[in-house]
């Protein structure tokens, strides 16, 4: 929907209007393999505040062309031969009859919403009005994509046909069977008769509804994204309102929202951002696609039962090698995939699969021919090299070795090992079978064809290769200086909750301390001495910060190592929500404490954003 189309639209629509008279029927095809994929994200990606007027202008522009070819009182048939998002959804539902080539890649619907913006070229209005308020919702406010079928059955596409040829003669014989039929060169929501399915907000069952559902959305939303809010007021005030009201209502906020600095943003993150990563962007150019067969684990402790998990569920071989826990290890991946079975998501064959492919051992000679070793054992130096020295041995030829290794540099680990060339970090993220992202990282000494990007679970792109020019890692010291703010905030006297809450509402998805315990403290408390240690190696102290303070009493005096050892910031009672431990109140609070909760707001982002600058500083991609 660039300028040039929006020219062209309007041309278009002067056109038909002139030639009325000799028109039986309009069909609206595409010459692409996508039928069409709506508005043009880079001419919204250049919009800037003081251009609201104009793209009002410009998208009532553009409805005003919609609707003259919709009410020229000829059928109009959208033949659907690909997929049609957000304005390209918006186009198809010009047609008063809409045939879809069966194609099970083929998406229709309207991604607005997850772009910060919202269907305002009319797909609100018509969907809501097709549809009801209710059944509309998942669709407008929750970006709910669908195929052709599905559109059959909500009656948004009314024929499939087997392939794209058949598209023009269907639409010729629709529009043949169609003359001197008024009604099939009207919408439904034309029509005198029209009724809103379920009723409008007048409607007090719709009402009663109504009246929870900004709430609702809120609790979802935190009120952080103006998108999914705007769609519900252009939906329930547009309903309440004759349809070209509804249109510029849409308007209205459509403009507003496109251009914002918040659409800005979440296009960029989610479109243009996602799809390079998604093409490989962060990917060796040359390098073809690499899977290992077997691959073995170190350590069958939380994150290495997790790591094994995720390879036995993409089909791979998986070792899983611990002196005791190996069993323990594995009855992890059962009881994730148990609950999967028990919701009916997963066949017990499907399961059992699964775990016929993780071999519990104790003995590293069962790693015998893995094409790659993970180990995921304690951030302790020593432990490293002995497991990586008695394991590497067993690799097939041309296999290679990985550390799971949150923090300690790779090529000081790599140093234990007989190929150092052939040693890299494999960072995968707690809890691993739900954290889409992999962190690679290149040692000193590691050939950089070792980092043809390994399908260990991810997608593509959710991998990214960061070199060690950092020292330590792209992730752990991003989160290490965010936990460390968050965890000082405890020290200096803050209440635990307040912490969590100002978190959640700056939009973490949880608090910081729950995500503390959930990497275990443990763990940090591991790093903490693994550094001292190597600091006292060189003849220094280590000055610890006081947030990695905190977390040692917490792990030393109060035994609390986190989440998977029974408790940490938070207490586990079985079956029911977390809770923060009580005693926080009394061993950290300080009364008379002074804060601002802005203040705590813009530390906990600040943080974030000098951890970025520094990521894009030092050239980590
Ligand atoms: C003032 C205007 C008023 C409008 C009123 C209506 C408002 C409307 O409700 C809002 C929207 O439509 S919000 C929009 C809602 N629509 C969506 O969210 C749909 C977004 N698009 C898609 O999801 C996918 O492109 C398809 C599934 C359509 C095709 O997948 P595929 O076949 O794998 O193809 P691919 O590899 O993905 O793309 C090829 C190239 O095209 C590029 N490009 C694509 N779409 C673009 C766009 N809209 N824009 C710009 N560029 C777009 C893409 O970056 C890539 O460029 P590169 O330089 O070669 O890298």
């Known amino acids: 929907m660039c300028l040039q189309w929006q020219t062209d639209l309007t041309q278009a629509a002067e056109q038909v209007l002139k030639d009325k008279a000799s028109i039986q029927g309009i069909i609206l095809a595409s010459a692409k393999s996508t039928f069409f994929a709506g508005a043009d994200l880079k001419g919204v990606m250049r919009s800037q505040a003081s251009d609201g007027p104009r793209v009002f202008t410009e998208i009532e522009g553009i409805k005003k062309a919609f609707r003259t070819i919709e009410t020229l009182g000829v059928p109009v048939v959208s033949c659907l031969n690909g997929t049609a998002l957000g304005g390209g959804w918006e186009v198809a539902l010009i047609g008063h009859h809409r045939i879809a080539t069966a194609n099970p890649k083929t998406q229709f619907g309207l991604p607005e919403v997850t772009l910060g913006l919202i269907p ?364 460390d703010g968050r965890r000082g905030m405890l020290g200096e006297g803050i209440p635990a909750p307040v912490i969590e809450n100002l978190a959640m509402q700056v939009g973490m998805p949880v608090g910081p301390l729950a995500v503390l315990d959930e990497t275990a403290l443990s763990l940090s408390v591991h790093v903490l001495d693994q550094t001292r240690e190597d600091f006292a190696k060189e003849g220094k102290t280590y000055q610890a910060t006081p947030g990695e303070l905190l977390v040692e009493r917490m792990v030393k005096e109060h035994k609390r190592p986190g989440r998977a050892a029974g408790g940490g910031f938070y207490d586990y009672p079985a079956g029911q929500k977390k809770v923060l431990w009580p005693e926080l109140k009394t061993r950290f609070e300080k009364s008379g404490v002074s804060y601002s909760q802005q203040d705590i707001k813009d530390r906990l982002l600040y943080r974030q954003a000098v951890e970025t600058a520094r990521c894009l500083q030092e050239g980590v991609c």
């Open 120 to 483: 305002g070229g009319g797909g609100i209005t018509k969907m809501t009005r097709q549809l009801g308020l209710l059944a509309a919702q998942p669709y407008v406010l929750e970006s709910k994509l669908f195929g052709p079928e599905e559109a059959q059955k909500l009656g948004l596409v009314h024929e499939i046909v087997a392939s794209d040829d058949q598209l023009r003669p269907r639409a010729l014989a629709h529009i043949a069977a169609a003359q001197g039929q008024p009604e099939a060169a009207q919408h439904l929501w034309d029509r005198k008769d029209y009724k809103m399915p379920g009723g409008t907000p007048s409607n007090p069952k719709i009402a009663g509804m109504l009246s929870v559902a900004p709430a609702v959305l809120k609790q979802k939303t935190r009120g952080l994204y103006p998108a999914p809010e705007a769609a519900l007021a252009a939906m329930v005030e547009g309903a309440m309102v004759d349809f070209d009201t509804a249109m510029r209502i849409e308007s209205r906020y459509l403009a507003g929202l496109m251009t914002s600095q918040v659409a800005r943003n979440m296009i960029n993150t989610f479109f243009f951002n996602m799809n390079s990563i998604k093409g490989g962007q962060s990917r060796p150019k040359a390098a073809p696609r690499y899977k290992p067969q077997k691959v073995g684990i170190l350590g069958a402790g939380m994150m290495g039962s997790g790591i094994a998990y995720s390879q036995a569920s993409r089909g791979i071989a998986t070792v899983l090698k611990d002196r005791e826990a190996a069993e323990k290890g594995k009855a992890y991946s059962h009881k994730l995939t148990q609950k999967r079975v028990d919701k009916g998501r997963m066949t017990a064959d499907k399961q059992a699969a699964l775990l016929s492919l993780i071999q519990p051992t104790a003995s590293a000679s069962d790693l015998k021919g893995c094409d790659l070793i993970i180990e995921a054992v304690f951030e302790n130096r020593e432990l490293k090299a002995k497991v990586t020295q008695e394991a590497e041995p067993m690799l097939a030829e041309g296999g290679f070795f990985a550390s799971n290794t949150s923090t300690l540099p790779i090529s000081g680990l790599a140093t234990a090992s007989a190929n150092a060339n052939k040693f890299v970090g494999i960072h995968f993220f707690s809890p691993v079978d739900k954290m889409q992202l992999v962190e690679i990282i290149r040692g000193a000494q590691t050939m950089t064809r070792r980092l043809r990007v390994l399908r260990l679970r991810a997608g593509p792109g959710q991998v990214a290769d960061c070199g060690e020019r950092l020292a330590r890692f792209l992730y752990q010291p991003y989160l290490w200086h965010l936990c």
